[in-house]
């Protein structure tokens, strides 16, 4: 599955190759291709933070103990709806 950070990162590194080697190329290499390309970087490191967030996320989640199959067997409440009725609620505990 591809998210918008990774489409987002590509974007930024199509533009950052772009920029770089016109200006390199073109012999006008200078502090005006950093500022050119500052979007493009800032894209990337924020996209780098993200993906390093969700990354710790996901690895906190993978830790966590599984639900015993106990806990899984069925409900733990049950709501009833409807006009109070003493035999049916005795049923259902």
């Not at 599955?1 to 990162?9: E, F, K, N, R």
């Not at 990337?44 to 996901?58: D, K, M, R, W």
Request: proline residues 6%.
């Amino acid at each position: 599955m591809v998210d918008a950070a990774g489409v987002a990162a590509v974007v930024a590194l199509v533009v950052a190759a772009y920029l770089l080697p016109e200006d390199l190329l073109a012999g006008e290499l200078s502090g005006d291709t950093a500022r050119d390309m500052r979007y493009a970087l800032g894209v990337l490191v924020a996209t780098a933070a993200v993906s390093a967030y969700h990354g710790s996320v996901f690895r906190q989640d993978r830790e966590l103990v599984p639900p015993t199959p106990e806990l899984l067997a069925g409900p733990r409440s049950v709501v009833l709806v409807g006009p109070a009725d003493d035999h049916l609620a005795r049923a259902a505990e």
